[in-house]
């Protein structure tokens, strides 16, 4: 396998307040194998840059249908406002124009509010010739600053606007926050698909009117509900891309949340437990509990006892919850799990099933990141909070109003069957259902983009406890069996041990996946592994990670392997905080 290089980052400049430029810095391509002509597939041309022209007279020089720009504005380098008043400023970047507008605007016949596809677009003074298309997380609906996230998440962690990339960001054809929305029948398509169908031609006229010349090479990428706008790109807009980013892709979204519902009533099944805090039934010292005996099982299977189970695959075979977690004896006291908890989880892990024993949804890992901050806030509060409009509302045909709407009454009244029945469901008003609108149109059918030699990046956090990583071992073994076993030459998927949603948990969690995603688009340098940095104390605010373990060292840094290999520690290494005492094999 390939050598993983020390990091060459320089010393941390007097005055920076965390070690993000350090994480950014260390976030390297290790090897680069493969890719390129070897494989038989074409290899695109690297891009190159161009200077910005005139930024403020766009409003009034650029014309595009359906399409009117609001404002034109040049942005000074420096630190992005801070979005509200008690906030910290936003990051620092680079020189550039912000230009506003939106398009098809148009009045719902269902329920008579005005909607658009509102976006913004940040073009860089010094541009990179590349355009990024940041796909936004959650039900969408406010136009998310245009930075175009790479995989790391603390504040100052780097971005594709920063790299010089021309990024747009939109709201996905709504802007309202919350499932309201889903009563405009068109809206929901927008948000499903059409609204990057839409952005993509205009964003790059505009590019073109700002620089002369459209983007050499675009890119695709975003996290959760982004990682399913980017799945569902790489089905829906194959020529128009040539490299996607996917994180955590919740690419069955309505049935994700559908099996996070099942988990809450899963959870209600514990005694004592309420839909007003389900977190009775597997509180955090539980899942410590749970956390430990993990591993405890699984820890060493990697050859390295540091907290991080590497070989998921292999522990998914050692663990069994039943066995390797004491049953309490007597009544419930933090260091062991009742016989009616153990019964009431089983199902969660083992993946949500209707009410035939038909399971619908894929099995949650077993690995340490279940003691996180991120199951607490998907099981015990999105299940109840966001999934429950979301289905009710968005997805659900008939939609049912949010007028009047509870969430908790919705969780605990609906069964399982009629909330899968009703994201099936089509009427003469709602032609598409959201098993359509929502999810890529055939994710193991990747030919186009693949022989045109555009590439897919995809990184998952083994512990999300919404979208399941092991969903995404499946999508990724349907395509190797598409592509006679192997898809690696045009597509890799990561596990992030540890990590929760997106980010968090006791991980590796701050990574730039997008420079290799473009050395491997343009230059034909096939990725490997990727080496993340893990978060400790850090004095800016969002810059922490509370899961890691104190007794890591701050910057610990692993590879992420490309699926199926695995991090191992390599003979002889001692080193447990460096990404360079293991391989992927
Ligand atoms: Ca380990």
Redesign the pocket.
């Known amino acids: 396998m390939k050598k993983i290089p020390n990091s060459p980052c320089p010393a941390r400049p007097a005055g920076t307040a965390s070690h993000w430029i350090a994480a950014a810095c260390a976030a390297l391509l290790a090897g680069c194998g493969g890719g390129g002509s070897s494989d038989g597939l074409p290899q695109l041309a690297a891009a190159t840059g161009a200077q910005l022209g005139a930024c403020a007279d766009l409003a009034s020089k650029f014309s595009f249908a359906n399409t009117t720009i609001t404002s034109a504005a040049p942005v000074a380098e420096g630190p992005l406002p801070a979005a509200t008043a008690t906030a910290v400023a936003g990051p620092v970047v680079g020189a550039h124009c912000q230009v506003k507008g939106e398009m098809f605007r148009r009045t719902s016949p269902q329920d008579t509010k005005s909607y658009a596809i509102g976006f913004e677009m940040r073009m860089p003074n010094d541009w990179n010739g590349r355009f990024f298309y940041q796909a936004n997380g959650g039900l969408d609906g406010n136009v998310g600053t245009a930075l175009g996230a790479i995989g790391g998440s603390a504040p100052n962690f780097s971005n594709a606007l920063k790299m010089g990339f021309a990024v747009i960001s939109s709201n996905a054809g709504h802007d309202t926050p919350g499932p309201s929305f889903g009563i405009d029948a068109q809206a929901r398509l927008d948000y499903g698909y059409n609204a990057a169908v839409k952005l993509t031609p205009m964003a790059k006229s505009l590019i073109s009117s700002a620089y002369g010349k459209g983007p050499d090479r675009s890119y695709f990428g975003g996290c959760s509900n982004g990682g399913r706008h980017t799945f569902v790109a790489t089905t829906r807009l194959p020529d128009q891309y040539d490299g996607f980013l996917a994180g955590a892709p919740g690419y069955r979204l309505p049935l994700a949340a559908t099996a996070n519902m099942f988990s809450a009533k899963q959870l209600l099944k514990v005694p004592g437990t309420t839909v007003a805090d389900l977190s009775v039934a597997f509180p955090t010292p539980e899942r410590v509990v749970v956390s430990k005996a993990i591993l405890s099982k699984?820890?060493?299977?990697?050859?390295?006892?540091?907290?991080?189970?590497?070989?998921v695959a292999a522990c998914q075979k050692a663990f069994d919850l039943n066995r390797d977690v004491p049953t309490c004896s007597g009544a419930r006291d933090g260091t062991c799990l009742s016989a009616d908890q153990k019964t009431a989880l089983a199902p969660i892990f083992s993946g949500a099933t209707d009410s035939t024993g038909k399971k619908f949804y894929a099995s949650l890992a077993y690995d340490a990141g279940i003691s996180g901050t991120s199951f607490a806030t998907w099981k015990f509060g999105a299940s109840k909070n966001l999934d429950t409009g979301a289905v009710a509302t968005v997805w659900g045909v008939p939609p049912i109003s949010q007028t009047g709407f509870d969430g908790p009454t919705y969780l605990t009244s609906t069964s399982v069957d009629t909330m899968l029945a009703s994201i099936a469901a089509t009427n003469s008003t709602y032609l598409e259902s959201a098993l359509s609108f929502m999810q890529p149109v055939n994710p193991s059918n990747l030919s186009t983009l693949k022989n045109r030699g555009a590439k897919v990046m995809v990184y998952h956090g083994v512990s999300d406890p919404i979208f399941m990583h092991d969903d995404t071992v499946t999508w990724y073994e349907n395509l190797r069996s598409a592509n006679n076993g192997n898809a690696a030459d045009f597509a890799r998927f990561y596990a992030v041990p540890g990590m929760g949603h997106c980010a968090g948990g006791p991980a590796t969690d701050q990574f730039d996946m997008l420079t290799p995603l473009v050395n491997w688009v343009e230059k034909g340098q096939a990725p490997d592994s990727v080496i993340a940095t893990a978060r400790g104390a850090a004095t800016t605010a969002g810059a922490a990670n509370v899961d890691v373990p104190a007794s890591w060292a701050p910057g610990r840094t692993r590879p992420l392997c490309s699926y199926p290999q695995v991090a191992r520690?390599k003979a002889g290494a001692t080193d447990l905080e460096s990404a360079s005492s293991f391989s992927c094999q």
């Open positions: 699984c820890d060493a299977l990697d050859g390295a006892t540091d907290g991080i189970v590497q070989d520690l």
